[in-house]
């Protein structure tokens, strides 16, 4: 049985929580293999809504659940969002599996973050401030603290190091901090950390794959934030696309079945860098009412504007996407007209190509369809669906040359049309 991967085709926030909740009762195993509590997994059930940071999107269902070495843990963090889950009845150290080779975020970590983003002013990235790119920097740099670490006898002597080396690079920003009170909590959270077993995920995910088990890989983020081919340097600091699903839980290529991308029927964005159809007047007004698009981490307001079809056809080159699961598509239901972006103008010349300078302007060539006008939020059987919206889909699908295979029209489990 082939692993198969979910992953969000946008900037993030495409809806990554409720289509693993949705797909997961065909799995037995949900793994998540990049990012950290930057993430914020939305799923919403029986009338109440739930996020996840860390913890795959599994854990509302029998599945195990497997945090893979591409991830990057913050215990306290962890805690809280473990904390919510036994509120609900949930036990989750049974449920949860850890991988050793996971880096592990430290308090200092987060403070980097902030001195970082401080020191950029006006170039911020809009970090969402977890400590999330100082983290990946240490793994790469060969410095970081792994969860299999907290095995070891010298644990607090390896920390200590690494902390030490923060205090030396803050140094030079300026910056305030205090580590003494969010270190007493971190170290509690390692004690929490130790209730759930520590694996060597490769072999694990392997041991599952050979006894049948169906895994699905729980991508965060979205491709256009990825640190290779995302618009750099506004990208997060792991690999969204197909590629960290390989590194990240130590699988090779050929294991991975269906590569199911997620995208919203528009886009938006949090933080800052690039956004080629970015509207800043009343119809992106509409859309954030309307979608609620407010960061589920960090609550900011999310930059909203139309779907764009160079940035889609190029991720679904890159990840090799074999369905598409279409998400918050009755948000568009109150427009008279909608818009798609097929080429991009730059420099009064017409492509279908994102280009290398993020700064080049760009215009954005519109195609127009009509709208709907007709609410869609209780429609569960394809053939409910109005003509005009039909027509966005077979658009969609025309251009980037995969189906969709799911609508979602609406946050819960049960506002969902299988195509
Ligand atoms: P970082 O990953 O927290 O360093 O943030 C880097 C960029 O990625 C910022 O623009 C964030 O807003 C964005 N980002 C990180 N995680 C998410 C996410 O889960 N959804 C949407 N945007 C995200």
């Known amino acids: ?5 979910l992953l969000g085709l946008q900037w993030g926030d495409e809806g990554k929580g409720k289509g693993v909740d949705l797909l997961t009762p065909q799995y037995d195993v949900v793994t998540r293999f990049q990012g950290g509590p930057n993430a ?36 306290v963090k962890f805690d ?6 036994q509120a609900m009845g949930i036990d989750p150290f049974k449920k949860i599996l850890l991988s050793r080779k996971a880096h592990l975020i430290l308090p200092s970590h987060r403070v980097l973050d902030a001195a970082i983003e401080h020191a950029k002013g006006k170039e911020k990235i809009g970090s969402t ?37 923060h205090q030396l690079l803050l140094k030079q920003y300026n910056f305030e901090y205090d580590l003494a009170k969010d270190e007493e909590e971190w170290f509690e959270a ?44 506004f990208v997060t ?19 991975i079945g269906k590569i199911i991308g997620i995208a919203k029927a528009y886009c938006t964005r949090v933080g800052s860098g690039p956004f080629p159809t970015e509207l800043h007047n009343a119809e992106g007004q509409q859309l954030r009412d309307k979608g609620a698009e407010y960061g589920s981490t960090t609550g900011r307001p999310r930059r909203c504007g139309w779907l764009d079809l160079v940035a889609l056809k190029y991720v679904v080159m890159l990840n090799g996407v074999t369905e598409i699961i279409l998400t918050k598509s009755d948000v568009l239901d109150e427009f008279e007209t909608i818009k798609v972006c097929t080429a991009y103008e730059i420099n009064g010349e017409e492509t279908l190509e994102i280009p290398f300078d993020i700064n ?9 369809l009509k709208g709907w006008n007709t609410q869609i939020k209780d429609i569960r059987k394809p053939e409910e669906l109005p003509a005009a919206f039909i027509e966005y ?22 506002a969902t049309i299988h195509m």
């Open 129 to 165: 401030l977890r400590g999330i790119g100082p983290t990946y920097r240490d793994k790469v740099g060969r410095d970081g603290l792994r969860i299999g670490d907290i095995e070891t006898i010298d644990f607090k002597e390896k920390y200590n190091k690494l902390k030490a080396k």
């Open 1 to 5: 049985m082939k692993i198969d991967v």
């Open 360 to 368: 080049a302007p760009i215009n954005p060539v519109y195609t127009e």
């Open 80 to 85: 809280i969002e473990l904390q919510g889950l």
């Open 190 to 233: 390692i004690e929490v950390l130790k209730k759930f077993e520590f694996v060597n995920s490769e072999y694990r995910i392997e041991q599952y794959f050979r006894e049948g088990k169906k895994i699905l890989a729980e991508g965060a983020q979205g491709s256009l934030l990825d640190i290779d081919f995302g618009s750099y340097p």
């Open 237 to 255: 600091s792991s690999s969204t696309t197909i590629g960290g699903a390989c590194t990240g839980m130590g699988i090779a290529p050929q294991k």
């Open 393 to 414: 889909v077979k658009f969609i699908e025309h251009h980037i040359e995969v189906p969709v295979s799911i609508v979602s029209v609406g946050p819960d489990r049960e």
């Open 40 to 75: 914020g997994h939305s799923l919403e059930f029986n009338g109440k809504k739930h996020v996840l940071h860390l913890v795959p999107s599994g854990i509302f269902h029998d599945s195990i659940n497997l945090v893979g070495n591409g991830v990057v843990l913050d215990p």
